[in-house]
Structures are given as structure tokens and as C-alpha cells.
């Protein structure tokens, strides 16, 4: 069956470190793949993209890595802050227009200490 | 910045009741999702439409559940009647057909049947 897995527990650094999230996935073969951001009592806001014929995309902090032989992406957060304690969610769509709707993972928390 | 809203923001209703959930997509986004999101399941997609036109909603409980479109700035979702399993918050989001820039979630609508 298809699965994305993303680490269900907290994940705790230090500010000013760089944080790493991973997204794993199986039995998927994903045309891209998305990161979101989610704060308790709202709704996902939409990060960064990257297509499979992608290996990394930055934003500002922020550096997403797509390896489809692995089937993996990370997230990382360079010179993190408090303000970036939040759930992580990585998504993948099913197809090549992302028509099909995305499909999430549980998401990771993260948390970044003072 | 341009929103997608959802009503009502909170829910509490009795087992056995309707109950209607609204979304107004972001003007000029011709897809929009649902979503319901638990702790345990983590976002799940329900249903979603493009150009007003249902797509698929085969993560919906068809016994229970309906979504329609009646116009481009109104999506609905409909439980009759409601059960206690239902408790979770339903996430509306709208997009364009370009990707790159994700989707929009609405603040949700958090529905307790009790």
C-alpha cells in the first residue's frame, strides 16, 4: 500500500542550528512533492515545491532535497528560530498536474529552543 | 492577501443532525479540495472539484456524506446525519492549475458530534 512517513515525534533544536525533516514514501512515483507549514488551529500554508526532475530547491532558510532513487525528501531549516516551531507536512501528487489532489503525511513537529 | 474563508469556524452538534459546512474559494482558483484532519488519521482528502465540476470524492463516506459546487465562490459539505466519528476539523483549499504555488487552506471548520 502507499505510505508517506514523516517522524511522529518532536523534533527539538537548538536556535540557530539548521533543522532537518524527513519525508519518506513508498509505492508512490510522485511527479512532485510539496512542503506545508501548519500552526495549532489553522491551516496548512503552502512552502515550497520541487518536481522529481529536481534535486534541491531553496527559499530564503529554507532547502528542500528530492531523491526519487531513495524515495525521500528533507526539509531543512537553516539558522532556525523560535518563530519556525510548527508541524511540518510533506505531500505528494499523484499525477503530473497535481489534478488528483495531494495526498499529506502526519507531519513532524518541531520545535526550536530559545 | 487573498483568503480562502470557511463557516462556521466551530461546530458542536448531536448525533443524528445535519450539518453543513461552507467554503469560499480564493477568486479565480478552479480546484478546490476537502480535507478532514484527526490526530490519528492526520489529513485525509475527502473530495475536490475543478471548474466546478466534482472530480472525485471516493475518501468521502457517499452513506453520509455530499459535496457540491453550486457556484464558483460557494463549495459545501454535507453530513446527514452526523456521528460522533465524524468529530475532526475539515479543511477547505483552493489552487489554480499551476501547482507551483500550492494550494490555499481555509482556517477550517472544527466539528464535534457528540
Known amino acids: 500500500s502507499q505510505k508517506i512517513e514523516q517522524n511522529s515525534e518532536a523534533l527539538n533544536i537548538q536556535e540557530g542550528k539548521t533543522a532537518t525533516l524527513t519525508c519518506n514514501y513508498t509505492n508512490y512515483s510522485p511527479a512532485y512533492l510539496q512542503w506545508y507549514r501548519q500552526d495549532p488551529g489553522r491551516g496548512p500554508v503552502f512552502l515550497l515545491l520541487i518536481r522529481e526532475n529536481e534535486k534541491e530547491k531553496r527559499k530564503e532558510r529554507l532547502k528542500v532535497t528530492f531523491d526519487t532513487t531513495l524515495k525521500q525528501s528533507l526539509f531543512h531549516i537553516t539558522a532556525s528560530q523560535p518563530a519556525d516551531s510548527a508541524t511540518y507536512l510533506c505531500a505528494l501528487a499523484h499525477s503530473g498536474g497535481g489534478a488528483d489532489g495531494l495526498t499529506f503525511g502526519k507531519g513532524t513537529h518541531l520545535i526550536i529552543q530559545p | 492577501d487573498a483568503r480562502v474563508t470557511q463557516t462556521p469556524r466551530h461546530k458542536v452538534t448531536e448525533m443524528g443532525q445535519e450539518v453543513t459546512m461552507r467554503c469560499q474559494p480564493i477568486?479565480?482558483?478552479?480546484?478546490v479540495f476537502w480535507y478532514r484532519q484527526t490526530m490519528m488519521q492526520g489529513l485525509e482528502l475527502l473530495a475536490y472539484?475543478?471548474?466546478?465540476?466534482?472530480?472525485?470524492d471516493s475518501g468521502m463516506p457517499k452513506d453520509r456524506f455530499s459535496a457540491e459546487m453550486p457556484d464558483a465562490t460557494l463549495a459545501t459539505l454535507k453530513i446527514q446525519p452526523s456521528e460522533p466519528r465524524d468529530s475532526a476539523v475539515y479543511f477547505c483549499?483552493?489552487?489554480?492549475?499551476?501547482?507551483?504555488?500550492?494550494?490555499?487552506f481555509g482556517s477550517g471548520t472544527r466539528l464535534t458530534v457528540v
Open positions: 477568486l479565480g482558483h478552479n480546484t
Open positions: 483549499a483552493s489552487g489554480v492549475g499551476d501547482t507551483r504555488y500550492g494550494y490555499t
Open positions: 472539484f475543478r471548474n466546478r465540476a466534482p472530480l472525485d
